[in-house]
């Protein structure tokens, strides 16, 4: 990413607790305390000056698949004792570059936008390319809630609700052939009603890739919704795909291709900032980003500052993709 760490900080909540402090008298000793916090955090939208946050919940699919929300929560994997981010902190704080850099805004710019209808190709080595239409994969599996830790390269983490199946579902049915190695995604380019593809020293659309076996593994979703509803847009709507072991930006939004390859594909940080950003990009608090460490990390519902975690805490569920293999 480009930002530094400071950026890390939700900017608008941060400002907005700031102001208000400062308003109250408190000065800043009072921001690590974790009820002030939150509660500060539970205004933003109600003070004067400041938008109606609900609106950033509004799931981008409307009423298709309505029966099918809320999913019943799998209880597989468990975050504790790290409690959920709320809601209405982690629906107006996103990295979603094809509308803004800046995390604030997106819902903001992301609330109009239409995503119905909605094709996904697949192609490459399968037995036959075939395009998907979205309400058929919202109902290729039947959809479950999975509660995962997220962690940005950015050093900022949180823990939702998200809602799909795994996504080794969908690569059944695309059918890829034995010499496919690698699953590549390719997202929205839609440069009139993206502001964000306007800006050239990135290379659009975003595009992600994953080993095949890591693709396959239970943990890796199609993420179809996210507490409790369909995804709003800012979280990738139509549909996404969340990695929980590997940096937020191996979690591509939006997506509308789908590919099978033998060679390893290339990705989108990887493209732009080479130096920064490799393939892999598992959690790792023992490798520092060229710009900052990985060692600690920032919860961005409670302000709270944590160590880092080894696959951001999935350790024994997926470090045996790697032993033995080059990465
Ligand atoms: N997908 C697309 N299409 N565009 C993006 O800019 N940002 C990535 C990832 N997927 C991104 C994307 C990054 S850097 C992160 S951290 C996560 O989305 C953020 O997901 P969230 O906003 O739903 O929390």
Same mark, same amino acid.
């Given at each position: 990413?480009?930002?530094?760490?400071?950026?890390?900080?939700?900017?608008?909540?941060?400002l907005?607790?700031r102001t208000?402090?400062?308003?109250m008298?408190?000065g800043?000793?009072?921001?690590?305390?974790?009820g002030?916090v939150?509660?500060?955090?539970?205004?933003?939208?109600t003070?004067?000056?400041q938008v *109606?946050?609900?609106?950033?919940? !509004?799931?981008?699919i409307?009423d298709?698949?309505k029966?099918l929300?809320?999913?019943?929560?799998?209880?597989?994997?468990?975050?504790?004792?790290?409690?959920?981010t709320?809601?209405?902190?982690?629906?107006?704080?996103?990295?979603?570059?094809?509308?803004t850099?800046?995390?604030?805004?997106?819902?903001?710019?992301?609330?109009?936008?239409k995503v119905?209808?909605?094709?996904?190709?697949i192609?490459? *080595?399968?037995?036959?390319?075939?395009?998907?239409?979205?309400?058929?994969l919202?109902?290729l599996a039947?959809?479950?809630?999975?509660?995962?830790?997220?962690?940005?390269?950015?050093?900022?983490?949180?823990?939702?609700?998200?809602?799909?199946y795994?996504?080794?579902?969908l690569i059944?049915?695309?059918?890829?052939?034995?010499?496919?190695?690698?699953?590549?995604?390719?997202?929205?380019?839609d440069e *009139?009603?993206l502001?964000?593809?306007?800006?050239?020293?990135w290379p659009?659309?975003?595009?992600?890739?994953l !080993?095949?076996d890591?693709?396959?593994?239970?943990?890796?979703m199609?993420?179809?919704?996210?507490?409790g509803?369909?995804?709003?847009m800012?979280?990738?709507?139509?549909?996404r795909?969340?990695?929980?072991?590997?940096?937020?930006?191996?979690?591509p939004?939006?997506?509308?291709?789908?590919?099978?390859?033998?060679?390893r594909?290339?990705?989108f940080?990887?493209?732009?900032?080479?130096?920064?950003?490799?393939?892999?990009?598992?959690?790792?608090?023992?490798k520092?980003h060229?710009?900052?460490s990985?060692?600690?990390?920032r *919860?961005i519902?409670?302000g709270?500052?944590?160590?880092?975690?080894l696959?951001?805490?999935?350790?024994?569920?997926?470090a045996?993709?790697?032993?033995?293999k080059?990465?």
């Open positions: 990413m480009v930002q530094d760490q400071s950026s890390s900080t939700p900017e608008g909540h941060y907005d607790r208000i402090i400062r308003g008298g408190l800043v000793v009072g921001l690590s305390t974790l002030l939150n509660w500060l955090s539970g205004m933003s939208g003070l004067a000056g *109606d946050t609900s609106e950033a919940f !509004r799931a981008a409307g298709l698949g029966e929300f809320p999913a019943k929560r799998s209880e597989k994997y468990t975050i504790e004792p790290r409690t959920l709320p809601e209405k902190i982690a629906s107006v704080y996103n990295n979603f570059y094809e509308f850099t800046k995390k604030s805004g997106v819902w903001r710019m992301a609330r109009n936008f119905d209808p909605w094709k996904i190709e192609a490459g *080595d399968v037995e036959k390319p075939f395009t998907l239409d979205f309400e058929d919202l109902k039947p959809l479950e809630e999975r509660v995962y830790r997220f962690r940005c390269v950015e050093t900022w983490a949180m823990q939702v609700p998200w809602i799909g795994p996504l080794s579902k059944d049915r695309c059918k890829p052939l034995g010499k496919a190695k690698y699953i590549r995604f390719v997202t929205i380019l *009139d009603r502001p964000g593809q306007m800006d050239k020293q659009w659309p975003y595009f992600e890739a !080993r095949l890591e693709a396959r593994h239970d943990l890796a199609v993420c179809v919704g996210i507490f509803h369909g995804l709003p800012q979280h990738g709507a139509p549909w795909v969340v990695v929980p072991w590997k940096y937020g930006y191996k979690s939004k939006s997506i509308v291709r789908i590919e099978f390859t033998e060679k594909p290339g990705t940080w990887n493209q732009a900032l080479p130096r920064e950003y490799g393939f892999f990009s598992n959690v790792d608090p023992s520092p060229p710009r900052w990985q060692a600690m990390e *919860d519902g409670t709270r500052r944590r160590a880092t975690l696959y951001n805490g999935y350790a024994e569920q997926v045996g993709l790697y032993t033995g080059e990465i």
